[in-house]
């Protein structure tokens, strides 16, 4: 199937989900993630935040849990810039207040922007991916660009409810490919000998 399909197919399978179930399964998807791979080399990590509206896998469990069990990693939040349209990474903690932008997202209001090439991992929202760990995002190719301008060694997480689908038709070279997917069920690796260097 070819994006717009996947896209409204898997929008409407996440909106289905009730609203304590996805928060049940974000919470197992979290309980994954830290089962699955190592944090310890990990000295920064940006993370999306979750949209309600849309359904998203919940990632204040992933962030709670770093921000109790790994205080030495900063974490990052993604900053819509009005004026390019570039995502702008902002640290952010447990204190930090947030605000909606005009796409209904919630994000730090201030704070200075991030390198790119400080994270060691970005977990990416998506809507579907395939077995070769491209995704379906929400088409605006946020993700897509911010993702160009991080190292070639950052490792890119993505969050599904579901298991990745056979074949996203219309890929593209501006297209990239996630590292792994977490799911409820499980981690889907699509890059051979994921970990964390542990020299960042």
Request: aromatic share 10%; charged share 30%; hydrophobic share 35%.
């Amino acid at each position: 199937m070819k994006k717009d399909e996947l896209r409204k197919l898997f929008l409407a399978k996440r909106l289905a989900i009730e609203s304590e179930k996805r928060k049940s399964l974000s919470a197992e998807m979290a309980a994954v993630l830290f089962r699955e791979v190592e944090f310890r080399g990990v000295s920064a990590v940006h993370c999306f935040l979750s949209l309600e509206k849309n359904g998203e896998p919940q990632t204040a469990p992933i962030l709670e849990r770093i921000w109790r069990d790994y205080p030495n990693i900063r974490t990052f939040a993604p900053r819509i810039n009005p004026a390019t349209g570039a995502i702008d990474s902002v640290e952010i903690t447990s204190e930090t207040p947030l605000s909606t932008n005009r796409w209904g997202i919630p994000e730090p209001p201030e704070g200075k922007s991030a390198d790119p090439e400080l994270f060691d991992c970005v977990i990416v929202p998506l809507i579907c991916s395939d077995k070769a760990g491209h995704r379906v995002g929400y088409g605006k190719g946020f993700y897509d660009r911010f993702l160009t301008r991080c190292r070639r060694d950052c490792k890119k997480v993505g969050l599904s409810f579901f298991p990745p689908v056979d074949k996203i038709l219309d890929v593209h070279q501006g297209d990239i490919q996630l590292d792994l997917c977490i799911t409820p069920a499980g981690i889907y690796r699509f890059k051979p000998n994921f970990a964390f260097s542990a020299n960042p």
